[in-house]
T-cell receptor, first 109, second 116 residues
């Protein structure tokens, strides 16, 4: 079956770095997406990886290893506004997004 | 770019009434639109996928006669919750994608439905 695993919750300190991991098993693979969702709001797109390696976008970076079925989202210089849920989604061979349950990130001062 | 709007943002209605939610892509042509539902503290649940001019494809367990989806143009899709009941109260979110299936899905701001 198809499956996405990511931690349920993580806590980090303002100004620090946090890495949110995601492992996936899908029928075929057409890329890995990360979205941010603040409480009570809709998800917003953060990144897309389809090739192995690290994609950097400001304070946020996303990494993909296709051979390991693994991705991570790296958040640097954490700010209080980064407190949100981070959703990992893998696109399968039918171009369907398989969603993880999300990782709730709590930032403490 | 890639802005998706939803209207209304909040709906409160009586049990038995029908509610229509609109989803619009404002600055791109959305070949495919998706409708999701999210209950509090739960993950996104895909309800259906619609392609412009075609009938929507519903996920297993989603009643197509209760959740009517119309995708009549490349910028507009509507979801009608017919004969809404309290258990239909949820956060309904649409997303839109351009012509290529690998393109990013961009989400609308969501619609909170409360059925009394």
């Amino acid at each position: 079956g198809q499956n996405i695993d990511q931690p349920t919750e993580m806590t980090a300190t303002e100004g620090a770095i946090v890495q949110i991991n995601c492992t996936y098993q899908t029928s075929g693979f057409n890329g890995l997406f990360w979205y941010q969702q603040h409480a009570g709001e809709a998800p917003t797109f953060l990144s897309y990886n389809v090739l192995d390696g690290l994609e950097e976008k400001g304070r946020f970076s996303s990494f993909l290893s296709r051979s390991k079925g693994y991705s991570y989202l790296l958040l640097k210089e954490l700010q209080m506004k980064d407190s949100a849920s981070y959703l990992c989604a893998a696109m399968d061979s039918n171009y369907q997004l398989i969603w993880g349950a999300g990782t709730k990130l709590i930032i403490k001062p | 770019g890639a802005v998706v709007s939803q209207h209304p943002s909040w709906v409160i209605c009586k049990s038995g009434t029908s509610v229509k939610i609109e989803c619009r892509s404002l600055d791109f042509q959305a070949t495919t639109m998706f409708w999701y539902r999210q209950f509090p503290k739960q993950s996104l649940m895909l309800m259906a996928t619609s392609n412009e001019g075609s009938k929507a494809t519903y996920e297993q367990g989603v009643e197509k006669d209760k959740f009517l989806i119309n995708h009549a143009s490349l910028t507009l899709s509507t979801l009608t919750v017919t004969s809404a009941h309290p258990e239909d109260s949820s956060f309904y979110i649409c997303s839109a994608r351009g012509g290529s299936p690998q393109e990013t899905q961009y989400f609308g701001p969501g619609t909170r439905l409360l059925v009394l």
